[in-house]
């Protein structure tokens, strides 16, 4: 039987305190993960995932040119799903609004869906959007992710990207 010598005696040792640092270090940053996001390359979440309400109409005349002319607009973007750490793929973003139109154009709208099926639910409407919805509406599903209250002109959109 072979005897191990001291050289290697001593590179067994060193091998196994390089892998038990190792092991720790993976160990530590594992436990630290959840209080020091950045630590493991993760987006800090205390930072919002929405943006500012925004009053550009342009946006969404492209979007939705059915609605032309908008006379204003208040929208928001925000993340679809919660985030995850590690990222499992790519974010999803939604994008919701009210846009007041004229009484003529809300008019033809409704004309244009009398066909459709009794009103739908009131909407889900993110909290920074609320002030800027129509008292007690009537909202009437016109398509494409849109939904109209005739007597205030105001059209609430959803829409959707990846």
């Given at each position: 039987?072979?005897?191990?010598t001291?050289?290697a005696?001593?590179?067994l ?8 640092c ?47 002319p908008?006379?204003?607009v ?5 993340e ?8 499992i793929g ?37 909290a ?7 008292p007690s ?12 209250d ?13």
């Open positions: 039987m072979r005897r191990v001291r050289p005696k001593i590179a040792l060193i091998t196994a305190a390089v892998s038990a190792v092991i720790a270090a993976c160990g530590v940053g594992l436990a630290l993960r959840d209080w020091v996001p950045g630590l493991v390359g993760c987006a800090d979440p205390t930072h919002p995932t929405k943006t500012a309400v925004f009053t550009a109409t342009v946006r969404i005349e492209q979007l939705y040119p059915q609605l032309k908008i006379r204003s208040h929208w928001q973007e925000h679809a799903r919660a985030r995850s750490c590690p990222e790519p974010m999803d973003y939604e994008m919701n609004g009210f846009a007041v139109i004229t009484a003529e154009r809300a008019a033809e709208l409704s004309a244009q869906t009398a066909s459709t099926p009794a009103s739908p639910a009131s909407p889900d409407v993110p920074d959007l609320r002030p800027f919805a129509p509406p009537h909202w009437q599903d016109v398509g494409h992710g849109l939904l109209l005739q007597p205030s002109a105001t059209v609430y959109f959803t829409h959707r990207t990846s």
